[in-house]
T-cell receptor, first 113, second 119 residues
Framework: DAGVTQSPTHLIKTRGQQVTLRCSPKSGHDTVSWYQQALGQGPQFIFQ???????QRGNFPDRFSGHQFPNYSSELNVNALLLGDSALYLC????????????FGPGTRLTVT | AQKVTQAQTEISVVEKEDVTLDCVYETRDTTYYLFWYKQPPSGELVFLIRRNSFDEQNEISGRYSWNFQKSTSSFNFTITASQVVDSAVYFCALTVVGRSQGGSEKLVFGKGTKLTVNP
């Protein structure tokens, strides 16, 4: 049973560029949440997708957007990258109604130079 | 709004010592879940325990134990006879049930406590 997978593992981008991160949820899960973890901080909730719609959003600007596909996988897009966007981006999946059981992927380390 | 505070930024112990990681939470909701996660250097968050707000029984799992006290809004984590492999960053988190509009509830994390166990 495959767990949550994320790609790529590491990414280096330049300020102003755009980036797309990908997440495949654990088998049987239908909800994907994205978190940003800056160095030395706890993960911060970005947004969550269920039934291909954004259901909740944290305190992040519109430069952060996402998408969920019919197979429940998800993408996180960040436009106009800033140095402050450098972080570990974590994806978590869960099953609706059991939102307290969230499984995390290994994360994507994004470095903006 | 929900908030989780982990006042200890870093803790360093010698192997076999017992260590307690503190967690204090804030929420006005009566139904919520509390969690502890371990994050090794690889970065992946490893689930350790979940406790709902109606279950104040302490739990023990091997060398790990958790003390949940609603009266003080605390959910502390103790490692007995620590080992080098316990070195990691530990996060306490909170989720409130029933706040999502479809989908699932978001997790609110503390800033984490970095535990170093020296041989």
């Amino acid at each position: 049973d495959a767990g949550v997978t994320q790609s790529p593992t590491h990414l280096i981008k330049t300020r102003g560029q755009q980036v797309t991160l990908r997440c495949s949820p654990k088998s049987g899960h239908d909800t994907v949440s994205w978190y940003q973890q800056a160095l030395g901080q706890g993960p911060q909730f970005i947004f969550q997708y269920y039934e291909e719609e954004e259901r909740q959003r944290g305190n992040f600007p519109d430069r952060f957007s996402g998408h969920q596909f019919p197979n429940y996988s998800s993408e996180l897009n960040v436009n106009a990258l800033l140095l402050g966007d450098s972080a570990l981006y974590l994806c978590a999946s869960s099953l609706v109604g059991l939102g307290y059981e969230q499984y995390f992927g290994p994360g994507t380390r994004l470095t903006v130079t | 709004a929900q908030k989780v505070t982990q006042a200890q930024t870093e803790i360093s112990v010698v192997e076999k010592e017992d260590v307690t990681l503190d967690c204090v939470y804030e929420t006005r909701d009566t139904t919520y879940y509390l969690f502890w996660y371990k994050q090794p250097p690889s970065g992946e968050l490893v689930f350790l325990i979940r406790r709902n707000s109606f279950d104040e029984q302490n739990e023990i799992s091997g060398r790990y134990s958790w003390n949940f006290q609603k009266s003080t809004s605390s959910f502390n984590f103790t490692i007995t006879a620590s080992q080098v492999v316990d070195s990691a960053v530990y996060f306490c988190a909170l989720t409130v049930v029933g706040r999502s509009q479809g989908g699932s509830e978001k997790l609110v994390f503390g800033k984490g406590t970095k535990l170093t166990v020296n041989p």
